[in-house]
């Protein structure tokens, strides 16, 4: 396909031409998809697109979470393509992901002919009801010359205010016909500053402030962010928590990071929030599992004065009434509060009680013959900083928030959602956005299931991960609520597995069993070492999976 200008049109092309024209004018490098029929015209498209990398998965939901993923690493859009019907239903998971962890994201879905609409057509789906309470928008051209306007504003509506998930319906027999309408490249998009009323009071309230506690996540965070907030959190003696999934945005190592809430956080955390004389959110929406359920900061009204910093002024109040509510991105707001914020020297004793709490939750007594807290800590300790580590949900997720640190922004994959099946596909993604680093996708035998043939898409596109199974037979985390509110009555959460060294092996990767902590090690240098896509399973006990 011809390359064009914003001011040129070419002679003849199809819609489905047009739709991937405007995905190179916004730096889209990589697509992630399963191929369908109702979207042949944007597949035929691509072949003549060398900038644009298309990653085929073996399932739509991996597809989705592979966007997904993209997005949390690169701050940028995720794009996923998949075919109608039972296509896009199961894509929907990577919707639902998106839109609770606030990613940009845009799912490009096949519908049926539009002659055929409203008859209940082969894999017809009515997607504005499907998508509608999940996705920012739901848009459809209605003609192929609608294409570039509707795309462009769907890049626009994914990255505005909260970001977002936004589902582009692309009926099949539209994208055949020709478009003749101009490409638009990406909108500006304008970046709200702190109100100068707004930062006096937040300054004052800092200033005033003997116990008070950061607490960082969300999207918008750059390098720069980071590094800003570590300069600030140190010259003002403020403790830094992360929000659930969020404790790459801070050294872990730093003096002022705290630890994490929410599942396998700092168990003494939640106390110290509560004895807290101020709140300041800066990125995150205090997310439920953030919150401990709303019972750690209770909703709506948290009980300590709460300093929210969002760039959206709809997710302002929505949940948490706030004392002072500032509409700034993270970094913007960091810049504007970087220099004027004074010295907390007396708030020292504080921030101090609070890292050493954390540091003391990193030791736990010795478990045998597996200890999962001891592996957490050696790949912690021997992974490069740089290394991105992917997983979904489950006990074994508790061991990473835990006892690993993470050195780096850019660093850690997964989901607020808590959504199971997502480490495979967000490492394979992770190593074909970043193949210069080392990708670690850490996995309960449950969680690694949902998403084991993705294997076959590390093997296809060469993407060399490590995938760490932690196997114990059971989907642990519902057992171990059947077993705290209904003792001895267990039910549907025991589970029967492949060989899954085997099961490595026959997608050409490598693959081994352990059972013991000492194993742990020598396995992992293997598997660094292989050059390929390695497996370490991990076979552990169901009663010690869940960490303290």
């Not at 940028?76 to 019907?85: C, K, N, T």
């Not at 808590?418 to 990708?439: D, N, Q, Y």
Request: proline share 7%; aromatic share 6%.
């Amino acid at each position: 396909m011809r390359s064009m200008s914003s001011s040129q049109v070419s002679e003849r092309r199809t819609g489905g031409q047009a739709v991937v024209a405007i995905l190179r004018r916004h730096g889209v490098r990589y697509a992630f998809s399963v191929p369908g029929e109702s979207y042949l015209e944007v597949l035929d498209a691509l072949v003549d697109e060398p900038s644009i990398r298309l990653i085929t998965a073996r399932h739509e939901a991996a597809a989705a979470n592979m966007a997904v993923a993209h997005a949390r690493l690169t701050g940028r859009p995720g794009v996923a393509l998949v075919s109608r019907g039972p296509g896009a239903t199961h894509a929907a998971v990577g919707v639902h992901i998106a839109s609770q962890d606030s990613l940009p994201m845009l799912l490009l879905v096949g519908q049926v002919p539009r002659a055929h609409l409203d008859r209940d057509a082969f894999q017809e789906v009515d997607y504005e009801r499907l998508f509608g309470g999940m996705a920012r928008a739901v848009i459809e051209p209605g003609h192929a010359d609608q294409v570039p306007e509707v795309m462009a504003r769907a890049f626009a509506a994914c990255q505005g205010g909260r970001p977002g998930p936004v589902v582009v319906v692309l009926p099949e027999d539209l994208l055949a016909e020709e478009c003749g309408t101009e490409d638009l490249g990406p909108r500006p998009r304008p970046e709200p500053a702190p109100d100068e009323a707004d930062l006096a009071r937040v300054l004052e309230m800092l200033d005033g402030a003997d116990r008070p506690l950061m607490v960082v996540g969300g999207p918008g965070w750059e390098q720069v962010a980071s590094g800003v907030l570590e300069k600030i959190a140190g010259a003002a003696e403020l403790p830094v928590a992360a929000a659930f999934r969020s404790q790459d945005l801070l050294d872990n190592r730093s003096s002022a990071y705290v630890g994490a809430l929410g599942f396998g956080g700092v168990p003494t955390l939640a106390e110290r929030v509560r004895e807290s004389d101020l709140l300041l959110a800066v990125g995150t929406r205090i997310d439920a599992m953030t919150a401990g359920h709303y019972r750690v900061i209770p909703a709506p009204a948290p009980g300590v004065p709460l300093i929210h910093v969002l760039p959206d002024p709809d997710e302002l109040g929505r949940v948490f009434e706030t004392t002072v509510a500032v509409q700034a991105s993270p970094a913007t707001f960091l810049q504007a509060v970087g220099d004027r914020l004074g010295a907390g020297g007396r708030r020292a004793g504080w921030r101090r009680r609070l890292r050493d709490e954390y540091l003391a939750s990193m030791s736990s007594p010795a478990v045998d013959p597996v200890d999962l807290a001891t592996i957490l800590r050696h790949l912690s300790d021997r992974l490069p900083e740089d290394a991105v580590i992917t997983n979904g949900a489950g006990n074994y997720s508790a061991f990473i928030q835990r006892y690993f640190q993470f050195k780096r922004p850019g660093t850690q994959l997964a989901p607020v959602t808590g959504a199971m099946g997502f480490g495979v596909p967000a490492a394979v993604a992770a190593k074909a956005i970043r193949p210069e680093r080392t990708v670690v996708c850490l996995a309960g035998d449950g969680c690694f299931l949902m998403s084991a043939q993705e294997l076959a898409t590390a093997a296809l596109h060469e993407l060399p991960i490590v995938v760490i199974v932690v196997s114990n037979g059971s989907y642990g985390t519902i057992r171990s609520h059947q077993r705290r509110r209904f003792p001895g009555r267990e039910i549907g959460t025991a589970i029967r597995n492949p060989d899954f060294v085997a099961f490595a092996r026959s997608f050409g990767a490598q693959g081994e069993r352990i059972t013991s902590t000492a194993e742990f090690a020598p396995a992992l240098e293997r598997a660094l070492a292989a050059g390929r896509t390695a497996l370490i399973e991990i076979v552990v006990d169901p009663s010690v999976t869940v960490a303290g």
